[in-house]
């Protein structure tokens, strides 16, 4: 059990770091989905449920979605794909 516990703080400080050096908005938001996903794992490993059914409602759920909205009003998903 500990290892995996490890396993979820390196990959918390990976999307910590991988999301502030990616160029790309949409990949940022996605990366920031995975640590608030993460997170509410490692609350559950603390043994505070309430707190990680708030990360993964607000964090991975709603301010992803509003995230997702503000790409799509500024056409940042849509310049992606094209570039490509």
């Known amino acids: ?3 995996l516990e490890y396993v979820l703080l ?15 908005l949409l990949v940022t938001v996605i990366i920031f989905m995975a640590y608030s996903t993460v997170m ?9 449920p ?5 990360e993964a409602a607000v964090g991975a759920g709603v301010t992803s979605i509003l995230f997702f909205l503000t790409l799509k009003k ?5 310049k992606g794909t094209r570039e490509k």
């Open 1 to 3: 059990m500990r290892i």
């Open 74 to 78: 500024v056409d940042s998903i849509n």
């Open 50 to 54: 309430d707190l990680a059914i708030t």
């Open 40 to 48: 509410a794992v490692i609350w559950l490993f603390l043994e505070a």
């Open 10 to 24: 390196i990959f918390l400080i990976l999307c910590a770091i991988g999301a502030t050096v990616s160029k790309r």
